[in-house]
């Protein structure tokens, strides 16, 4: 980092890093993922002349990607948007039955408290929730949020099933959102795949600072992230060991090219067998839905160390979340949303993150390691997930790392 020598350029443009960059020498400017850096010079292809608060330096161009000209574009709203205006995902949503019954069991197990409360139902969709609340309990208002064009016919649903008098549909973003009042209760179902993916639990935080009470209750009220290392012979077998002979001929040399189109990216709607854990699962993140900040979802980090209870052969990581939701009864049962392999399945299944190349383990190993879940600095929607890992934190083998991005 030196000072400025090139004069600031009049078609200076704002762009963002994408990882952290460690300067070499005072010619070049350190920066760390997520800040906005304004380019001065891009004449050379791999070295662009920068600016950050006021330092100048070299960057190198492909750690860092133009800011988009407009915030709509970052979160793909309108695509976003425009696949919940159509019922193909509503039904998905509504046909998991282990997740619209938990909403149910939470509104019904806690009808008695939730009289009179005023309710606040946030990415409402068809107004499944709401109308749980309208029928099985007696609050004094249920405020169904819905940004997409969905919350028209949520409107004529609700006047269907008799409860206009109770719930009113708001078609708006929660960012934009004006409501007659705050609420007692903020219920919605944001979980993407591997708990944060779609990252609209910002919205849900955004909506909690704005229109919850003090002391208001949040459902969820907590969300875990958990882990295990698994096996997944049928995955490898299919996507890395088809090459070795395909009709007796020698396919290896495609293997390199098959690990990073089939193994770079995490596997979706992944079911895991209970007999392909290797190790007992572990909560690896916490979100406490009433204390964690917008700004915390930046990066999360969590710590495991895993027991390898029966031997056989590590081919990755696989990932879930669970749900908690408080009684609004003070010593009430909690409840809980489980989308790990010990529970029914849902529509999110589980995730799979496979290693370059499965690792035999024996009984008794020790994984230790930890998961890092970083946001995407530009297309906010997405992130990144990186596995470190040492399998009995022997000298000799180092410390093994993969970063998933998911999906940009
Ligand atoms: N404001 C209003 N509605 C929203 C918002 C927002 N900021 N974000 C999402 N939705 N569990 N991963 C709506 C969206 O249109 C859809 O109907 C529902 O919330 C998503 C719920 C399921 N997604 C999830």
């Known amino acids: 980092m030196i000072e400025n020598e090139i004069s600031e350029s009049s078609d200076a443009k704002e762009y963002v890093g994408l990882s952290d960059f460690v300067a070499e020498g005072d010619e070049q400017l350190s920066f760390s993922v997520g800040d906005k850096l304004k380019v001065h010079d891009r004449s050379s292809d791999v070295w662009w002349w920068a600016e950050l608060q006021g330092r100048f330096g070299y960057v190198p161009s492909s750690f860092l990607h133009q800011t988009p000209e407009d915030e709509e574009d970052a979160w793909q709203d309108d695509e976003y948007f425009g696949n919940y205006g159509t019922l193909r995902l509503h039904l998905e949503m509504l046909s998991d039955k282990p997740r619209t019954e938990t909403y ?14 005023v309710v606040m139902d946030l990415g409402c969709g068809t107004g499944v929730i709401s109308l749980f609340c309208a029928r099985l309990a007696q609050p004094a ?8 064009s969905m919350a028209k016919h949520t409107e004529e649903l609700v006047r269907q099933n008799g409860c206009e008098e109770v719930v009113t549909v708001f078609q708006d973003r929660a960012e934009n959102l004006t409501l007659p009042g705050k609420v007692d209760v903020l219920v919605s179902e944001w979980m993407g795949n591997c708990l944060l993916f779609e990252y609209m639990v910002e919205s849900v935080l955004l909506a909690r600072d704005r229109w919850l009470k003090e002391g208001g209750v949040m459902w969820p009220s907590s969300a875990c992230l958990t882990v295990v290392p698994c096996q997944a012979f049928s995955d490898y077998r299919q996507k890395m060991e088809f090459w070795e ?8 040399y495609l293997q390199s090219l098959a690990q990073k189109e089939f193994l770079s990216q995490p596997k979706f709607s992944h079911l895991l067998l209970p007999e392909d854990c290797l190790s007992t699962p572990a909560d690896v993140i916490t979100l406490d ?12 980090n969590g710590g495991f160390s895993f027991n390898v209870e029966k031997s056989g052969v590590f081919h ?31 529509h999110w299944k589980q995730t ?4 370059d190349a499965p690792v035999t383990v024996e009984e008794g190993d020790i994984i230790v390691g930890s998961i890092c879940l970083q946001r995407n600095p530009i297309w ?15 000298e000799d083998k180092k410390v093994q790392t993969k970063c998933f991005p998911m999906w940009r």
């Open 104 to 117: 149910r069991r939470v509104i019904l197990g806690n009808s008695a408290a939730l009289r009179g409360k």
């Open 141 to 148: 208002a249920v405020y169904a949020v819905e940004a997409s």
């Open 245 to 252: 002979k395909p009709y007796g001929l020698d396919f290896t």
């Open 289 to 300: 839905m009433v204390t964690i900040q917008v700004s915390d979802l930046e990066r999360l």
């Open 316 to 346: 990755g990581f696989t990932v879930w979340f669970s749900a908690h939701f408080q009684s609004l009864e003070e010593d009430g049962p909690s409840q809980e949303l489980n989308t790990g392999p010990f529970s029914e399945i849902t």
């Open 352 to 355: 799979l993150f496979m290693l």
């Open 380 to 394: 906010r929607r997405h992130l990144s997930i990186t596995f470190s890992w040492n399998i009995n934190s022997t």
